[in-house]
Nanobody, 116 residues
């Protein structure tokens, strides 16, 4: 199983980034896909999740600014991040949770840095 995250980078406050996570080795539509983030020196927290049929949930910090989406045909999940703030600086991780399975999969993370 591979979850390849990309799209991170350095952006000024108020800017936007779009993260992508390409999955292989799993039946993509049978997984809840989740974006987590881990700021420097802090714990890893959930940012947004999306079920196989597109039901989404968001952390309060992401509501109204971030949008999670998925393309089951391309085995890819996205995180569109708008109006970024310095507090959004973190390593962002892609995570897959198969339905009806205890397995959990993590990607390698992509760094997002927001300058003030």
């Amino acid at each position: 199983v591979q979850l390849q995250a990309s799209g991170g980078g350095l952006v000024q406050a108020g800017g936007s980034l779009r993260l992508s996570c390409a999955a292989s080795g799993i039946i993509f539509s049978n997984n809840i896909m989740v974006w987590y983030r881990q700021p420097p020196g802090k714990q890893r927290d959930l940012v947004a999740s999306i079920t196989g049929i597109g039901t989404t949930t968001y952390a309060d910090s992401a509501k109204g600014r971030f949008t999670i989406s998925r393309d089951n045909a391309q085995n890819t999940v996205y995180l569109q991040m708008n109006n970024l703030e310095p507090e959004d600086t973190a390593v962002y991780y892609c995570h897959a949770r198969p339905y009806n399975s205890p397995e959990r999969y993590w990607g390698q993370g992509t760094q997002v840095t927001v300058s003030s």
